[in-house]
């Protein structure tokens, strides 16, 4: 059965770092490109951070740019997303993704919400 599992979120001040992970069960992690994704009342989803298979690609939006880096562990299955310096405009609920690499089958975590106070 396939699962992702997202935790690392929680409740910080501004300036303040957090690590998100993703633990996935049931396919094959190496197959997939994998993202993060967040999401606030009201608005869109939007995505955060782009990872290749092997990992030596990556892709940001600008807002995180220098601030968060996005990794995976192939041998693990987990996607991790490490983030730095927050700021209140970070505060979202945080999914990750994967998507079959040229396929549109993607799966998605149930999210983890991170909270940050000015």
């Known amino acids: 059965q396939v699962k992702l599992v997202e935790s690392g979120g929680g409740l910080v001040q501004s300036g303040e770092s957090l690590r998100l992970s993703c633990t996935t069960f049931?396919?094959?992690?190496?197959?997939?490109?994998m993202s993060w994704y967040r999401q606030t009342p009201g608005k869109e989803r939007e995505l955060v951070a782009d990872?290749?298979?092997?990992?030596?690609?990556?892709l940001y939006a600008d807002s995180v740019k220098g601030r968060f880096t996005i990794s995976r562990d192939n041998h693990r299955s987990i996607l991790y997303l490490q983030m730095n310096n927050l700021n209140p405009d970070d505060t979202a609920v945080y999914f990750c993704?994967?998507?079959?690499?040229?396929?549109?089958?993607?799966?998605w975590g149930q999210g983890t919400q991170v909270t940050v106070s000015s």
């Open positions: 993704k994967a998507r079959k690499f040229g396929r549109t089958l993607e799966y």
């Open positions: 049931g396919f094959t992690f190496s197959d997939y490109v």
């Open positions: 990872i290749t298979l092997s990992g030596g690609g990556t």
